[in-house]
């Protein structure tokens, strides 16, 4: 949340320059030299909390809220067994029809189901994070989202409803290993209930047993039955019954034995889809315990980064790459002014020699443009007189953004020229700004506006 309103504008009245400024310095006093860096986010994000959640009721709402109760898997685990109880209904005037039995239905489901997640853990973890398995559904990664991030009574457009949305997406990991523990348990539980109803039935009623088929012959339903029902034949004892005497002809009352097929379907069951899915449930279990005590952060992004600078004290080196004219002297100097609130007072401000439209694909870098490691932020400087052109402005952002491409870059637009010239039609501003926003919002860039000095 605190990352996400870092973001706002300097002079935002909820979380302005000086505020972050403030929290860095406590996270400085109270962090030791040599401390980790998640020390350093950490402090800093929670003496920014004091401030912030005295000033917005929506912050002390959405931390109110519960993401996980434990409860839901008992919950999940209830149902499912209710379900099994409810489903398990083997035929018709209890006559059990052999190749048509639910219980192959809920064993093959659930064979596909631990096929597809064992599939999907094989996958890079980089390729998993921050989205549910398709393995889990449809369902699983609807539910996942909605549980991840949401500010009640609070507009979208909302800083505070963008901080819990990028906290869905940051804890959407956590968020959909708990969603697959309730799936999963409810899963065992259902294929549990499906075992308590074939005793209990079996307890009261007197099931006879058979089978009919318009393709298959007897030899091949025994081989059938024979594989399907190996493994629980070996683990209970109980062999598997010949079935040529248990043809039934339509409208004839089958006459075969039911408990020892009643007896190798429960361990079926247990077998191939409670055991499978409640250790699936208790890897998501232990998986969500360990996101929960230790989150994973996108250490290497550019805020994290910068994080980091503040709390060594690096000097932090900002190059300024103009279009078409050189910034004025007052002009850097309120981007200097600017960029101090994020990056330290001690910054070094590099401006380069400006390049004309057309020659973007023609400039070189300045020669100590990588030296140590390069520059901390790239700025592709352009005045507001300009009307934004994807074929000079925009390649000239993508021709820095290949010399290098992990270092951060933002847009800033110079409206001091444009000012001066038509300060009197603010509407003229309003419009040339939205052409410029909408063309930095096509090629996906951070984009600021720097006032004129006089206007600050």
Request: hydrophobic share 50%; aromatic share 8%; proline share 6%.
């Amino acid at each position: 949340m605190v990352r996400a309103l870092d973001a706002l504008p300097d002079d935002s009245p909820l979380w302005s320059a000086g505020d972050r400024a403030w929290a860095t310095r406590l996270a400085q006093e109270s962090c030791t030299e040599g401390a980790p860096l998640a020390r350093f986010v950490a402090e800093r994000a929670r003496h920014a909390w004091q401030r912030l959640s005295a000033r917005e009721s929506g912050l002390v709402r959405w931390a109110a809220q519960r993401g996980w109760r434990p409860a839901w898997l008992g919950v999940a685990t209830a149902l499912g067994a209710f379900f099994g109880l409810l489903i398990d209904h083997l035929g018709s005037a209890q006559r059990i029809n052999l190749p048509a039995l639910q219980v192959w239905i809920v064993v093959a489901w659930n064979l596909v189901v631990v096929g597809w997640v064992g599939v999907q853990s094989l996958r890079p973890a980089r390729d998993r994070a921050h989205r549910p398995s398709r393995g889990a559904g449809a369902l699983q990664g609807a539910l996942a989202r909605r549980l991840s991030g949401s500010v009640p009574g609070l507009p979208a457009a909302s800083p505070v409803s963008a901080g819990a949305a990028a906290w869905g997406v940051q804890a959407m990991p956590l968020t959909s290993a708990r969603v697959a523990a309730l799936f999963h348990a409810a899963a065992a539980a259902l294929a549990l209930g499906m075992v308590a109803g074939l005793y209990l039935r079996g307890l009261v009623l007197d099931y006879r047993v058979g089978w009919q088929s318009t393709f298959l012959e007897a030899a091949t339903v025994q081989a059938l039955l024979d594989s399907l029902l190996a493994p629980a034949s070996a683990l209970s004892g109980v062999a598997v019954p010949a079935v040529e005497s248990l043809r039934i002809s339509a409208g004839a009352v089958p006459g075969g034995a039911a408990a020892p097929w009643l007896h190798l379907f429960a361990v079926t069951l247990i077998l191939f889809a409670a055991l499978p899915r409640a250790l699936l449930a208790a890897v998501s279990l232990r998986q969500a315990a360990r996101l929960s005590r230790d989150l994973p952060l996108p250490w290497q992004e550019a805020y994290f980064q910068q994080l980091a600078r503040l709390q060594s004290g690096a000097l932090a080196r900002i190059q300024v790459c103009p279009h078409g004219a050189a910034p004025a002297a007052a002009a850097l100097q309120v981007l200097r002014t600017r960029l101090a609130t994020k990056w330290g007072d001690t910054l070094q401000l590099q401006v380069d020699s400006p390049v004309s439209a057309g020659d973007e694909d023609r400039a070189e870098a300045s020669p100590d443009e990588f030296a140590s490691g390069g520059p901390t932020l790239r700025v592709a400087w352009f005045d507001l007189t300009a009307t934004p052109e994807v074929e000079t402005h925009g390649r000239w952002v993508q021709v820095l953004q290949a010399r290098q491409p992990a270092a951060p870059l933002t847009i800033v637009i110079d409206e001091s020229a444009f000012a001066a010239r038509f300060g009197a039609y603010p509407a003229r501003l309003t419009q040339r700004r939205e052409a410029w926003t909408a063309w930095a919002r096509g090629l996906g860039a951070a984009l600021e506006f720097l006032p004129a000095p006089d206007k600050l």
